[in-house]
C-alpha cells in the first residue's frame, strides 16, 4: 500500500488497510499454456517473474452456466490439463490452483499429486432487480474470501518457497540428524546456495513417484538437485544414499545434502537430495564417443571397464542389504574413467540392513516401508532391462536380477551405437512382460548366436569375452541352460561359475558375491548357497497361468500391464521355446502410456489349435528367428 493510501485509511479511523495484491492480472486469451487443449480466460502471474507458464500462479477458467453441482467432463478436463503443464513448469509446487467462475457461483479446484479438491468459495452475483441485505452480504463474504486468497504468499499457497521473483537459486537447511524438517528459501549467494541451471527433460507424471532433476552448481562444485515426489508409504531416496554411504559402498553419487521439505502433502512426501554431477549417462558417453568416431575398441574398453564397475558396486550394495532395482543405460553415469551407479529412487533397504538410525533421521516407518517395497519388487524397473523372473512376475528380487539388467543394458548399449534404436531386436521387442521373458529365456539358450537376437553383430573379441561370460555365467551351470527355470521356478536361485564371473568382476567382488547367495525372502544371506534340489518345486504351468497377465502395477514403473481373464485350458507347456511360436497381438496403447494385454495362440500336439481374436502377425524374419532360437 502506497504512502497516500496508508495515510488516508489512518484518517479514516485505522480500519483494517486492505492487502496489497501480489500478482498481476491479465486478461489472456491465446498461447497462454502451450500444447493446451483450451485457452484460459484470466491468469495471475507473479510480479516480480518474466510471464510464461514457469511464473503463472493461478488460473481463471469461466463459464457462462450457473450449475453448482458436478463439474461437466469437458471443463475438468481442460482445466486438469493446464494443472498437469502447470506441474510440470513449477518443480516448486506443492498443488496447483485454478479459479472456476460458473456464472454466478465460484470455485476453487486445488491439484496434488494424484488427486484434485473443489471447494465452493461462493456467490458474486444477485439475481434479483434489487438486492436484498442478504445478497449483498453473500457477495461481500465471496469476495472478502477472494481477497483472502488472492493475497497469500506463494509460499503459503502452492509452493515451498517464496517464488515472486522467480526461482533461479535455493538455500535449504535442516536441524543435525533431522532431515525430516527441512525448509528452503529462495537465495541469491553463500557457500550453500544452489544455483540452478538447466532443468532436465523428464516425464511429470501426476501419478506415483516424479522427480525434478536440475543441472547446479552448489558452491563451487558442479552438482545435481534432485525434488522429488514419493507417496508416504515408499522409502525415500535420501536415506538410500544415506544407507550406502553408511556402508561404504563406492561408485556411487556423493551427496552434498538432503532432507524432506514436505512430509506428507496429500499422503506424498517431497524430498530433495543435493548430489555430484558424475557426468554423462552411458548411452549419451557411447554415443559421443562413436560420433566422434573414436576406435571401435576403445569404445569396447569403455564398455568392459563400465561392467566391472557396475557389477562391483551392484554386488557391494547387496551385500550391505541394498538393491538397485533399475540398472538401465541411464541410470548409469561415466565421466573419464569414473563410472557411477546413479538415480537410486526406487532401490530397496532389505529388513536385515539394521539402519534403523537411518529410519530415525528421516522419521520413517522402516518396516511397514520395507513391506510395501518388498510388494512392488515384481513392478518396478525398466521393462526392457528387467530379468527374465520378475518380467514373468515371479520371486522376489536379488543381486543377480541386477546383474541380468546390467548384461541387458551392455547389449543394449553397443547394439544401438549402428542403429538409432534396436527396440526391434528379437531380445528387445516388447509385446508384453510375460512374451519379453519367453523370448528371452528362449533364445539365450543358443550359445552361439544369442548376440544376433539382440542385434549386436560384429564386435570385438575383448568385449564379446565379457558378455559370454556374463552370459554363461547368469544363464548356465554345470548341469545345463537354466532359462526355463528362471521364469517358471519360483523358488530357483542361481548357482554361477565363480570362475566365469571373475572374467567381468574382479576378485575380491566375486569373494563378496560367492559368500553372500542371496535368498528368496528376503532374509540376510546364508554364507553358503543352498542346493537347487532342496528347493521347492513349483507346479508345471497351464498355458492358462503362464500367459494371463499380472494385476496392473503402479504407472511410476514405465510400463502397465492390463489384467486379462484366465481361460481354463488343460495343455500344458512342454517347453519356453513352444510359446515362442506364439503370434504377438497388436498393442494398443492406454491413456497412461502402457500397453493393453496381448494374447497368444499356441498349436497343441493333436495339431488343434486356440484361437485368440485380432492377432497381428510377426513378421517373417522374428517367424524366423523364433524358429531358429527353438
Known amino acids: 500500500m502506497g504512502r497516500a493510501a496508508a495515510a488516508k485509511n489512518k484518517r479514516r479511523g485505522g480500519k483494517t488497510p486492505v492487502p496489497t495484491l501480489n500478482f498481476t492480472v491479465k486478461d489472456y486469451l491465446s498461447d497462454l499454456i502451450p500444447n493446451a487443449t483450451d485457452e484460459a480466460d484470466v491468469v495471475l502471474y507473479y510480479q516480480g517473474a518474466v510471464p510464461g507458464i514457469s511464473a503463472v500462479h493461478m488460473v481463471m477458467k469461466a463459464k457462462l452456466e450457473s450449475k453448482v453441482a458436478d463439474i461437466d467432463d469437458l471443463t475438468l478436463g481442460q482445466i486438469t490439463d493446464y494443472a498437469h503443464h502447470m506441474w510440470k513448469a513449477q518443480p516448486t509446487r506443492t498443488f496447483v490452483p485454478v479459479l472456476l467462475v460458473r456464472g454466478p457461483h465460484v470455485h476453487i479446484l486445488l491439484f496434488t499429486r494424484d488427486k484434485w479438491y473443489q471447494t465452493y468459495v461462493g456467490n458474486i452475483l444477485y439475481s434479483t432487480p434489487k438486492p436484498r441485505t442478504g445478497d449483498v452480504d453473500i457477495i461481500r463474504e465471496t469476495m472478502a474470501r477472494l481477497w483472502f486468497i488472492l493475497t497469500l504468499r506463494p509460499q503459503q499457497f502452492g509452493h515451498f518457497c517464496d517464488v515472486s521473483n522467480g526461482c533461479h537459486s535455493l538455500v535449504f537447511t535442516h536441524g543435525p540428524n533431522d532431515k525430516a524438517n527441512a525448509t528452503a528459501s529462495a537465495c541469491t549467494t553463500g557457500e550453500n546456495c544452489v544455483l540452478l541451471k538447466e532443468l532436465l527433460p523428464r516425464p511429470v507424471r501426476m501419478l506415483e513417484r516424479v522427480a525434478y532433476v536440475y543441472k547446479a552448481t552448489y558452491g563451487k562444485r558442479k552438482a545435481i538437485l534432485k525434488l522429488a515426489w514419493t507417496p508416504v508409504s515408499r522409502q525415500p531416496e535420501g536415506a538410500v544414499y544415506d544407507a550406502l554411504a553408511a556402508k561404504g559402498v563406492g561408485d556411487v553419487p556423493e551427496v552434498f545434502d538432503s532432507g524432506t521439505l514436505c512430509k506428507d502433502m496429500f499422503e506424498y512426501r517431497l524430498e530433495y537430495i543435493i548430489l555430484q554431477d558424475c557426468g554423462e549417462t552411458l548411452d549419451e558417453h557411447l554415443a559421443k564417443l562413436h560420433a566422434d568416431d573414436e576406435d571401435d575398441d576403445v569404445i569396447e574398453a569403455k564398455l568392459t571397464r563400465v561392467i566391472q564397475r557396475v557389477s562391483a558396486c551392484l554386488v557391494r550394495a547387496w551385500n550391505a542389504g541394498i538393491i538397485h532395482r533399475d540398472i538401465s543405460t541411464g541410470n548409469i553415469a561415466v565421466d573419464g574413467n569414473k563410472v557411477a551407479v546413479i538415480d537410486w529412487g526406487y532401490a530397496k533397504i532389505c529388513e536385515?540392513?539394521?539402519?534403523?538410525?537411518?529410519?530415525?533421521?528421516?522419521?520413517?516407518?522402516?518396516?511397514?516401508?520395507?513391506?510395501?517395497?518388498?510388494?512392488?519388487?515384481?513392478?518396478?524397473?525398466?521393462?526392457?532391462?528387467?530379468?527374465?523372473?520378475?518380467?514373468?512376475?515371479?520371486?522376489?528380487?536379488?543381486?543377480?536380477?541386477?546383474?541380468?539388467?546390467?548384461?541387458?543394458?551392455?547389449?543394449?548399449?553397443?547394439?544401438?551405437?549402428?542403429?538409432?534404436?534396436?527396440?526391434?531386436?528379437?531380445?528387445?521387442?516388447?509385446?508384453?512382460?510375460?512374451?519379453?521373458?519367453?523370448?528371452?529365456?528362449?533364445?539365450?539358450?543358443?550359445?552361439?548366436?544369442?548376440?544376433?537376437?539382440?542385434?549386436?553383430?560384429?564386435?570385438?573379441?575383448?568385449?564379446?569375452?565379457?558378455?559370454?561370460?556374463?552370459?554363461?555365467?547368469?544363464?548356465?551351470?554345470?548341469?545345463?541352460?537354466?532359462?526355463?527355470?528362471?521364469?517358471?521356478?519360483?523358488?530357483?536361485?542361481?548357482?554361477?561359475?565363480?570362475?566365469?564371473?571373475?572374467?567381468?568382476?574382479?576378485?575380491?567382488?566375486?569373494?563378496?558375491?560367492?559368500?553372500?547367495?542371496?535368498?528368496?525372502?528376503?532374509?540376510?544371506?546364508?554364507?553358503?548357497?543352498?542346493?537347487?534340489?532342496?528347493?521347492?518345486?513349483?507346479?508345471?504351468?497351464?498355458?492358462?497361468?503362464?500367459?494371463?497377465?499380472?494385476?496392473?502395477?503402479?504407472?511410476?514403473?514405465?510400463?502397465?500391464?492390463?489384467?486379462?481373464?484366465?481361460?481354463?485350458?488343460?495343455?500344458?507347456?512342454?517347453?519356453?521355446?513352444?510359446?515362442?511360436?506364439?503370434?504377438?497381438?497388436?498393442?494398443?496403447?492406454?491413456?497412461?502410456?502402457?500397453?493393453?494385454?496381448?494374447?497368444?495362440?499356441?498349436?497343441?500336439?493333436?495339431?488343434?489349435?486356440?484361437?485368440?481374436?485380432?492377432?497381428?502377425?510377426?513378421?517373417?524374419?522374428?517367424?524366423?528367428?523364433?524358429?531358429?532360437?527353438?
Not at 416 to 438: C, E, P, T, V
Not at 474 to 488: A, C, M, P, R, V
Open 352 to 630: 536385515w540392513t539394521g539402519l534403523e538410525d537411518v529410519a530415525q533421521c528421516w522419521d520413517i516407518d522402516f518396516e511397514e516401508i520395507c513391506k510395501v517395497e518388498s510388494e512392488n519388487d515384481k513392478q518396478t524397473g525398466t521393462p526392457i532391462f528387467m530379468s527374465i523372473g520378475l518380467l514373468f512376475g515371479r520371486g522376489k528380487r536379488d543381486v543377480y536380477d541386477d546383474l541380468e539388467s546390467l548384461f541387458y543394458v551392455a547389449l543394449y548399449a553397443i547394439g544401438r551405437l549402428d542403429k538409432k534404436k534396436i527396440d526391434n531386436a528379437h531380445g528387445f521387442k516388447l509385446y508384453s512382460r510375460k512374451n519379453l521373458a519367453l523370448v528371452r529365456a528362449s533364445v539365450l539358450g543358443n550359445r552361439n548366436r544369442y548376440l544376433e537376437r539382440f542385434d549386436v553383430i560384429g564386435i570385438g573379441n575383448d568385449l564379446q569375452k565379457v558378455l559370454d561370460a556374463m552370459h554363461q555365467c547368469l544363464f548356465w551351470t554345470h548341469s545345463g541352460y537354466i532359462g526355463d527355470n528362471l521364469w517358471e521356478d519360483e523358488y530357483f536361485r542361481r548357482e554361477p561359475d565363480w570362475q566365469l564371473a571373475a572374467e567381468f568382476m574382479d576378485r575380491e567382488t566375486v569373494q563378496m558375491l560367492k559368500q553372500a547367495q542371496p535368498t528368496q525372502d528376503g532374509a540376510q544371506p546364508p554364507p553358503a548357497p543352498a542346493s537347487v534340489s532342496s528347493a521347492q518345486p513349483s507346479p508345471a504351468p497351464t498355458i492358462a497361468s503362464s500367459v494371463q497377465q499380472q494385476p496392473a502395477p503402479a504407472p511410476e514403473y514405465g510400463y502397465q500391464m492390463g489384467a486379462s481373464p484366465a481361460h481354463a485350458l488343460d495343455a500344458r507347456m512342454d517347453s519356453v521355446g513352444d510359446l515362442c511360436n506364439a503370434e504377438p497381438a497388436s498393442r494398443p496403447q492406454d491413456t497412461s502410456g502402457s500397453y493393453a494385454s496381448s494374447r497368444y495362440k499356441r498349436k497343441s500336439k493333436d495339431g488343434g489349435g486356440m484361437q485368440s481374436p485380432k492377432r497381428s502377425r510377426m513378421s517373417g524374419r522374428g517367424k524366423e528367428n523364433a524358429d531358429s532360437a527353438r
